[in-house]
């Protein structure tokens, strides 16, 4: 959730300053109408030429860097099938282009020194050095759209994408152990005790809630430390190949159109851990930005910090995921014989659900406080609250309203199932949580 830092903002340039000397010399150079331009080691214009050619891709890299947020991808945008129109591209263009227009005396104060120094004609050189700029500004700017559309994509069969994203191995253990690590950022011990399966053998049913109810608690405050604090036994930097299996993996889960490849559908051994971790991860980042929120040390407090709208979105899937799994073991619960869903055996998810309240709470809290801390006023109540998250992002506002939506109706469909109302699921519940939920008028004791 840090903003860039300056040294990887650094690397990128330099990076991108090797790769237009690279399509200098390569693309530009060799279609000049000198033909040994290339060979000519003191050529003003071939100076010009390759200067022109790292300052277009630095400035790109630079305008999509600094303008805001402009960096970060909104899966929400990109996943609208409005988006593949060719025509949408020209607002995008037109977007990223504006900040450049202060750049163009300088670009026309620059041609005209080396004209008048290097004595050009309108020739096809000249023409080369004006032609430059514009065309590698449009080709980065039109493969950066096309680039976010690609990875905002939902995968048709998330099994297919981790199966080869494993090496080809199609095996269950597999599948579960790469959503598990990727979902949990590489944490060896989170895997170990999310992905135990061993509690679901016991018999007696608030054991079992308690029990859960820690491991949930574990695994959102490490969550926290994880997203706030990456050290070398998580993740040493941003990978992006990692971020982009988590987005598709979340988005066929728990995306608005998820298609039935989700956990959902997978085996109860291996639905439990999935929906362990899913509430892990969202809860996570309610507990990451309570912990800015609250914070007094500047490291944690300052300007660096955001709330990219991609973590937005991937929270909401979260959510929204957890839900769907629960529900839909319910569902099944409900439809089957009595004997298929003993208490003994508890393949139901239903023994989940104090854990899916209990991540949701923190993660509503933690946006809350966040919108406070960055300059909204203090929500005491849901009206208020609406108010401060319409106000400091509407993005906040949907995941707001999703977490609402998947509580209301994990608790409908909980206290409408005639074996789950002999059971009192909110017993292990905190009352902070209990109090929230009155105070949403969905529990009514």
Wanted: charged share 20%.
């Amino acid at each position: 959730m840090q903003l860039p830092t300056s040294a990887s903002l650094i690397a990128q340039i330099a990076i991108s300053i090797l790769i237009a000397v690279a399509v200098a010399f390569t693309t530009v150079l060799p279609f000049s109408s000198n033909g040994n331009l290339s060979n000519n080691n003191h050529s003003p214009m071939k100076m010009a030429l390759i200067l022109m050619c790292i300052t277009s891709t630095s400035m790109q890299l630079l305008l999509t860097t600094l303008n805001g947020t402009n960096h970060e991808i909104d899966p929400r945008k990109y996943r609208s099938y409005s988006v593949r129109n060719p025509v949408n591209v020209i607002p995008f263009l037109i977007k990223s282009a504006a900040p450049i227009i202060i750049f163009i005396p300088l670009y026309i104060l620059a041609i005209s020194i080396y004209a008048k120094y290097d004595s050009l004609k309108w020739s096809d050189n000249l023409v080369c050095l004006i032609a430059v700029p514009p065309v590698i500004f449009l080709y980065l700017s039109i493969f950066d759209y096309n680039l976010r559309i690609f990875f905002c994509t939902t995968p048709s069969n998330i099994k297919k994408l981790v199966e080869e994203a494993s090496g080809g191995d199609a095996r269950m253990e597999v599948f579960l152990d790469v959503v598990l690590r990727n979902l949990l950022h590489s944490d060896d011990e989170l895997v170990k005790k999310l992905g135990n399966n061993s509690s679901t053998r016991s018999s007696v049913w608030m054991d079992l809630e308690q029990e859960e109810q820690k491991r949930n608690d574990f695994a959102i405050t490490t969550m926290a430390d994880i997203l706030l604090h990456k050290s070398s036994k998580d993740e040493a930097g941003p990978h992006l190949e990692d971020d982009i299996l988590r987005l598709a993996i979340l988005s066929s889960i728990g995306g608005s159109r998820s298609s039935e490849g989700g956990s959902s559908s997978t085996e109860p051994y291996a639905a439990m851990p999935i929906v362990r971790a899913l509430c892990a991860y969202a809860g996570g980042i309610g507990k990451a930005l309570l912990i800015i929120a609250g914070s007094n040390n500047k490291m944690l407090s300052g300007d660096e910090w955001v709330l990219p709208p991609a973590a937005i979105y991937m929270a909401e899937c979260a959510i929204r995921g957890a839900s769907r799994c629960i529900l839909h073991s319910l569902n099944l619960a409900s439809s089957s014989s009595s004997s298929s869903v003993m208490r003994g055996k508890n393949t139901s998810l239903s023994i989940l659900i104090p854990v899916l309240l209990s991540s949701a709470f923190v993660l509503e809290n933690g946006v809350v406080r966040f919108a406070e801390a960055i300059g909204g006023p203090m929500a005491s109540n849901e009206t208020d609250k609406r108010k401060l998250l319409q106000t400091v992002s509407p993005e906040l506002l949907s995941l707001f309203n999703i977490i609402n939506d998947s509580t209301r109706m994990i608790i409908e469909c909980a206290t409408a199932n005639e074996r789950l109302r002999k059971l009192d699921l909110m017993e292990s519940l905190d009352m902070d949580c209990q109090k929230w939920l009155r105070s949403k008028k969905i529990l009514s004791r």
